[in-house]
């Protein structure tokens, strides 16, 4: 098959404009990871000295994934499985595990998100105000083991993705993010001021920023890598996908870039907006639900119109997931269309009914589930496991070898290129970067990540 046979391939929908595809690629990339990943694991591994390693890994190891996964997705101009399988059928296998892997990866992603429509509501109507940590903390403790009521959560914020993904490329996923990526970032610039101006808020810059070259070694190498991967969603069929729906005319390497700069500066943002209000209030930082659902709470409990940025806080955090998860329910959905030739409507509905089944399991594992263990792992972080841990690296190792080592580089060069409309001077760069380099990273990210290697 050649270029411009898959280019006239049938009458897809295309995203309007490159604006709206980046700020929907970008609204795959900004979510969860970025908030409660990110500050955390940089104040952890010696504040602005991973922030240096996680800015080369970003720049260097994510972009040119990024592109590789943009590339192999616009070239085959149709659902993840023929993007990673069009040359050599093998590998519809990896195009396959990712779109396993994402929808389980919503399965649960779904459920945080129903988390923070509960939480909006009980912040603005003043239920955390003026109440002390502890009992910020059993609310927590009650809400997430009353599965009933997670569920209805969990079933709203996956309805609203299911409406958005219903309305298609342009009209759903680009307007959706056109508008909510830079409310999104006002939201944020707002909540950095709010913390920033906190007294003692200092402490909690330098926790996060001083850098503290003692703490990087090997593993911290692989953290960064792993996080610039997570935090990009790459992996995981959601890049290709988008961009299937990206016309020729536009530039993939300049889209790459922009995605990459906005994610980076929400991450950074996201660090401010949160360590300094935690340090201000003599809290220690942890990772993940606690920080979010806990210690941000309670001090928006105390601060003045707390309620209000409280509000604004959980909206930011809401809007984020929800341009995430609906990049994830379009993967398995535009499958369906292409390779089943279903009606959009009907995939999205049947995909969202197996999104909401999947996560039983992990909803039900905060509360009377909470027992069960496999491989030593409660549901939850089972599903996290597999996604995270096992099919991102593999689905990523994947892409690299088939865009340098069964694709001819001809092919690679005039899809990343446009067939030579746009210079791209970093080509062989990039591509020897794919072609050795991400490869062996990969695998060791797979091998450390599974417990395999330890460094
Ligand atoms: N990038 C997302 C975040 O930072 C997480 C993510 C990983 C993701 N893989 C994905 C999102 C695939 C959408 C699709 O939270």
């Not at 403790?141 to 299911?162: D, E, H, R, W, Y």
């Not at 006002?186 to 503290?212: F, H």
């Not at 594992?365 to 491989?375: D, L, Q």
Request: hydrophobic share 50%; net charge positive.
């Amino acid at each position: 098959m050649n270029n411009t046979e898959l280019q006239t391939k049938g009458s897809r929908e295309q995203f309007k404009t490159r604006f709206g595809f980046i700020m929907a690629v970008a609204g795959s990339a900004v979510g969860l990871g970025n908030i409660w990943r990110f500050p955390y694991i940089t104040g952890v591994h010696g504040g602005g000295a991973f922030v240096i390693i996680y800015l080369v890994s970003i720049f260097i190891i994510g972009a040119t994934i990024a592109l590789t996964e943009m590339a192999i997705g616009r070239h085959g101009g149709s659902d993840v499985v023929e993007a990673y399988g069009q040359y050599d059928k093998r590998f519809r296998i990896p195009g396959f595990l990712s779109m396993i892997a994402v929808t389980v990866l919503m399965s649960f992603y779904n459920i945080i998100g129903g988390w923070s429509i509960y939480y909006f509501i009980q912040i603005i109507s003043g239920k955390f105000t003026g109440i002390s940590s502890g009992e910020v903390e059993s609310i927590f403790g009650n809400f997430i083991v009353n599965s009933p009521q997670v569920a209805i959560f969990t079933i709203i914020f996956l309805a609203v993705n299911t409406i958005v993904i219903v309305k298609g490329i342009t009209e759903g996923i680009e307007r959706v993010s056109s508008i909510v990526m830079p409310a999104l970032f006002v939201l944020l610039i707002v909540l950095v001021i709010r913390s920033l101006t906190l007294p003692g808020a200092k402490e909690g810059v330098i926790w996060y920023l001083k850098p503290d070259f003692s703490k990087v070694t090997g593993s911290t190498i692989v953290a960064a890598v792993g996080q610039a991967f997570f935090t990009l969603s790459l992996g995981s069929g959601a890049m290709a996908t988008y961009a299937s729906y990206l016309s020729k005319d536009e530039s993939l390497p300049k889209a790459t870039y922009s995605v990459v700069i906005t994610d980076t500066l929400v991450a950074l943002l996201a660090g401010l907006a949160i360590l300094p209000a935690v340090f201000a209030f003599g809290v220690s930082p942890g990772e993940g639900p606690g920080l979010v659902f806990v210690t941000l709470p309670s001090i928006f409990g105390k601060i003045p119109f707390g309620a209000f940025f409280g509000a604004m806080f959980f909206a930011f955090f809401f809007f984020a997931a929800l341009t995430s998860s609906i990049s994830m329910l379009e993967v398995s959905v535009t499958y369906l269309i292409e390779k089943k030739k279903m009606e959009r409507k009907k995939a999205a509905i049947i995909m969202s009914i197996v999104v909401l089944l999947l996560g039983i399991p992990p909803l039900m594992s905060f509360g009377s589930w909470s027992h069960i263990e496999i491989f030593g792992l409660g549901l939850f972080d089972l599903y996290d496991y597999f996604v995270s841990n096992i099919s991102m690296p593999l689905v990523g190792l994947a892409g690299a070898l088939v865009i340098c080592w069964v694709w001819d580089k001809q092919v690679a060069k005039d899809e990343v290129t446009s067939n030579s409309k746009f210079e791209f001077r970093l080509f062989n760069i990039w591509y020897n970067l794919t072609k050795y380099l991400v490869p062996i990273l990969l695998i060791l990210v797979f091998l450390t990540a599974t417990g395999i290697l330890k460094i």
